[in-house]
């Protein structure tokens, strides 16, 4: 009887055992799945940013009417490596170290641009007759100008408050520096909307 007795015993000891380690089992498992959800989280969220679209948000005044500062928009990553870039196209680049520009481009590569009389020009041929921008007061010392190949001429839409590819220190903006196209505004809402 005390033989049977110590066996039942020993097998309730080696149950609680079982169900202990199959506990710590599953508890690490359960750890080990959260980090690796998170990690790939992580990586999908950084092939998305890099590749694809970013969300960013526009400070300054240099594109209204069409962006005003504090509106929110998301910029895709596609156009320029498939589809490419289009006049009147609304693009971020990098200008100094921690700095992004949001500009409209005018000019495509091998294009001449030019101000006369308050009005832009490429190839002797007025343009912005699709938007209503007010008249150029300041034309910058970077005019006329022959865009290189790979590179764009842009415009802030505010044009008078705006530091852009009329002067030397901008300059034409090469394809492979523009971080995207600017797609839809998301704030505010009252606004939300593609971007033309």
């Known amino acids: 009887m005390d033989e049977k007795r110590d066996i039942n ?13 199959e506990e710590e089992k599953s508890f690490k498992s ?17 092939l998305i940013t890099t590749f694809i679209a970013q969300l960013t948000n526009v400070v300054g005044k240099s594109m209204v009417p069409t962006l005003e500062d504090g509106d929110h928009i998301i910029i895709e990553k596609l156009s320029k490596r498939f589809g490419g870039l289009n ?9 100094e170290e921690d700095i992004l520009y949001i500009k409209r481009i005018i000019a495509l590569p091998g294009e001449t641009v030019d101000i006369k009389d308050g009005k832009v020009y490429v190839n002797d041929k007025e343009i ?10 300041k034309y910058g010392d970077n005019l006329p100008i022959v865009v290189p190949d ?3 001429f842009v415009l802030g839409d505010n044009r008078n408050k705006s530091y852009d590819s009329r002067y030397k220190a901008v300059g034409t903006v090469k394809k492979e520096d523009i971080t995207g196209r600017a797609l839809i505004r998301i704030w505010p809402l009252s606004k939300i909307g593609t971007m033309e």
């Open 9 to 21: 015993l020993e097998e309730q000891f080696k149950n609680t055992n079982e169900v202990k380690v």
């Open 30 to 46: 359960e750890i080990f799945d959260w980090i690796k959800e998170i990690l790939i989280a992580f990586v999908v969220v950084f």
């Open 87 to 95: 006049r009147y196209d609304i693009i971020v680049f990098p200008h």
């Open 128 to 137: 912005d007759s699709k938007y209503e921008f007010e008249v150029i007061e």
């Open 150 to 152: 790979g590179e764009y």
